[in-house]
């Protein structure tokens, strides 16, 4: 496997913060959050070696809190020493191999309460994203979360986010993934048949006192 695959997303230079109209929550006028445009950025690649049958696109928050004892709690912030984990916000496999694009917002434009149905799309085979865990058992927003969902870290994180957008080229028309998969369902089946990746990150903050 080589890292061979350049990534571009139109929108922000790699590394940089990701604009709002990307995220799932923005910082609120009153209150701490307010409901984004969440729409998925256009991503591109190219440089996908001989034998490459399809492509998959993992984003992955890398700096999510292990614990959510001080998430979004009024008078506490999330301490900097926290171990973290990763929390998926787009799965998205079997993407034609003759395709080096996805278009912005084809796969998701606003807010969608209780989630969009993962499964079969033009562009490829979406999973389900983690706002499925996040958002379980609230009467409003509860449901399945398949496709894109943008960045919303916690508001009260002492830490910038860093989103990962990994493209892979694949050795297999199909990794034969459908209902509620997730990332690590994706990655599972990738193993073995990953011929080339490459990565594109933004960074993210709901935190006036760390952003930027």
């Known amino acids: 496997m080589s890292d061979a695959?350049?990534?571009?997303?139109?929108?922000?230079t790699d590394g940089a913060p990701i604009p709002g109209v990307f995220a799932f929550g923005v910082p609120a006028t009153e209150g701490h959050v307010a409901?984004?445009?969440?729409k998925?950025?256009?991503i591109s690649w190219n440089g996908a070696p001989t034998g490459t049958q399809s492509f998959a696109i993992i984003c992955h928050d890398s700096?999510?809190?292990?614990?959510g004892d001080d998430v979004n709690q009024e008078g506490k912030t999330v301490p900097s020493d926290l171990p973290r984990v990763d929390f998926y916000h787009w799965v998205l496999v079997d993407i034609p191999?003759?395709?080096?694009t996805i278009a912005e917002s084809v796969d998701s434009h606003g807010i969608t309460p209780k989630g969009k149905a993962p499964g079969k799309k033009?562009?490829?085979?979406?999973?389900?994203?983690?706002?499925t865990d996040w958002f379980a058992g609230d009467a409003d927003m509860g449901g399945t979360y398949g496709g894109y969902d943008g960045p919303c870290p916690p508001w009260n994180?002492?830490?910038?986010?860093?989103?990962?957008?990994?493209?892979?080229?694949l050795d297999v028309e199909t990794l034969g993934l459908n209902g509620n998969f997730g990332g690590p369902e994706a990655l599972a089946a990738m193993e073995g048949h990953i011929l080339a990746k490459g990565n594109y990150v933004g960074t993210y903050s709901l935190n006036p006192d760390v952003q930027g």
């Open 5 to 12: 695959l350049k990534v571009t997303i139109d929108g922000w």
């Open 35 to 38: 409901l984004s445009d969440n």
């Open 40 to 42: 998925n950025p256009k």
């Open 63 to 67: 700096d999510v809190p292990s614990s």
């Open 97 to 100: 191999a003759d395709q080096t």
């Open 122 to 131: 033009p562009y490829g085979v979406t999973g389900i994203n983690n706002y």
């Open 157 to 169: 994180d002492s830490i910038i986010h860093h989103y990962h957008f990994t493209v892979y080229a």
